[in-house]
């Protein structure tokens, strides 16, 4: 009977890991994405590319609140993933929340900055450039926000799920997704914003 | 702190350790404030500031996948993660370096 109860375990934590790993996949694929809009948008922004320059319309130190957002919400997500695994729920929570808040944020200043642009004429219709610019970011902008949603969910599983062990499964696939994003946006604030504004 | 180690299922992504994230954060806030101060600073050369963010992305790439994705080679599971992403680097740099190659050719033959 015990052996049974093992093995029954054993193959529950097998299929675990491999879902886990199908989502791994699945973040992978996602790579291949962001590679296609990295690819036109530097094609898009060779030298003697028509329309007018990000440069003339960006504000950096925007940029690099935005990356600290980011990259404080990925911590505090690690936060909330050690909790999980001491089982202290409520912080778990709260950690939760705090990332969500500086998710939040971080949209926040990419919507208005986009705003900003657009009222200064830096449209999406305006040349290849604006056009690549936008798609890259915006489609950043809408994993994080999916990603904001998903820690939403996350918090209110917490409360009424009672399977600690599908709730440690589900924070792995939150906090591969939110992690990806943070390395996703490395190369964004790096090809995009620097190398626009150099 | 050896009591708050893991000894449960980690599909995969390592040891959990508050140690390492603390690392983490303190090299990626370095590398961010390095990259951005080159170009704000607005004082250096060209193709130092294009070594200088392109080196600090590449090593805080590398930070993020070592200490917050826990990349690692020591579990079975571990290695077919690390397997995958290798394959879907090529196939990145298929994707990226190829389109670039072509669109350069055809813009020079196009002149």
């Known amino acids: 009977m015990q052996s049974d109860v093992i093995a029954v375990n054993e193959h529950h934590s097998d299929n675990d890991t491999t879902d886990v790993f199908g989502f791994w996949l699945y973040i992978m694929t996602d790579c291949i994405l962001f590679a296609c809009l990295f690819a036109t948008f530097i094609v898009l922004n060779l030298p003697g590319a028509p329309g007018p320059d990000l440069k003339n319309y960006l504000n950096l130190s925007d940029v690099l609140i935005e990356t600290f957002l980011l990259l404080f919400s990925n911590f505090t997500f690690c936060l909330a993933v050690l909790n999980l695994y001491q089982d202290k729920f409520a912080k778990v929570q709260a950690w939760l929340a705090i990332s969500f808040l500086l998710g939040a944020s971080f949209v926040f200043i990419e919507v208005s900055e986009f705003i900003h642009l657009a009222n200064e004429g830096f449209r999406w219709d305006l040349s290849g450039k604006a056009s690549s610019f936008f798609t890259l970011v915006g489609t950043h902008g809408l994993h994080v926000s999916c990603g904001l949603l998903w820690i939403l969910l996350m918090i209110m599983q917490l409360f009424l799920l009672k399977d600690t062990n599908a709730i440690k499964r589900r924070m792995t696939y939150l906090g591969l997704f939110w992690n990806f994003l943070d390395i996703v946006w490395i190369f964004v604030f790096t090809i995009v914003y620097l190398v626009g504004a150099i | ?111």
């Open chain 2, 1 to 111: 702190m050896h009591h708050h180690e893991i000894s449960q299922p980690d599909y995969g992504t390592g040891k959990k350790k508050l140690g390492i994230y603390v690392v983490g954060l303190i090299c990626c806030s370095i590398l961010t404030l390095i990259a951005f101060g080159m170009v704000m600073a607005n004082m250096f050369p060209r193709w130092a500031v294009f070594t200088v963010i392109y080196s600090a992305a590449c090593m805080q790439f590398l930070v993020q996948l070592f200490c917050f994705l826990r990349l690692n080679t020591q579990t079975k599971q571990g290695k077919i993660n690390v397997m995958s992403i290798l394959f879907t680097g090529v196939i990145l740099l298929f994707i990226v370096a190829g389109s670039l190659w072509i669109m350069w050719n055809l813009n020079y033959n196009m002149m």
